[in-house]
Nanobody, 123 residues
Framework: QVQLVESGGGLVQAGDSLRLSCAAS????????MGWFRQAPGKDREFVGT????????NYTDSVKGRFTISRDNAKNMVYLQMNSLKSEDTAVYYC????????????????WGQGTQVTVSS
């Protein structure tokens, strides 16, 4: 099993940058594909991006391509979401999630979730 804890959220202005971190504990983290999802008030949880277990492959939803970057450090059991050029529509609670080996854009396919961290972007 993997336990996940996000951090790094906060209140920023449009155009600013923010880096979210996801700390993982438990065994075999380096075999887990990781995803970032977000949920805005009154909306469904939506896919932001994924990173493969090795870190070699990433995938992003169109609205964040070119602005967000996911990375991981398996030696430190960490996953990161670097967010640049933030927009008000990026305001949401951000979650990291994990599943064995295979990435997915579907939240339903992830069995391990953090508690979420709030990101608020003021315009």
């Amino acid at each position: 099993q993997v336990q996940l804890v996000e951090s790094g959220g906060g209140l920023v202005q449009a155009g600013d940058s923010l880096r979210l971190s996801c700390a993982a504990s438990g065994s075999a983290f380096n075999t887990y594909a990781m995803g970032w999802f977000r949920q805005a008030p009154g909306k469904d949880r939506e896919f932001v991006g994924t990173i493969s277990w090795s870190g070699a492959n990433t995938n992003y939803t169109d609205s964040v391509k070119g602005r967000f970057t996911i990375s991981r450090d398996n030696a430190k059991n960490m996953v990161y979401l670097q967010m640049n050029s933030l927009k008000s529509e990026d305001t949401a609670v951000y979650y990291c999630a994990g599943r064995p080996y295979i990435t997915s854009t579907s939240a339903a396919e992830y069995g391990y979730w953090g508690q979420g961290t709030q990101v608020t972007v003021s315009s």
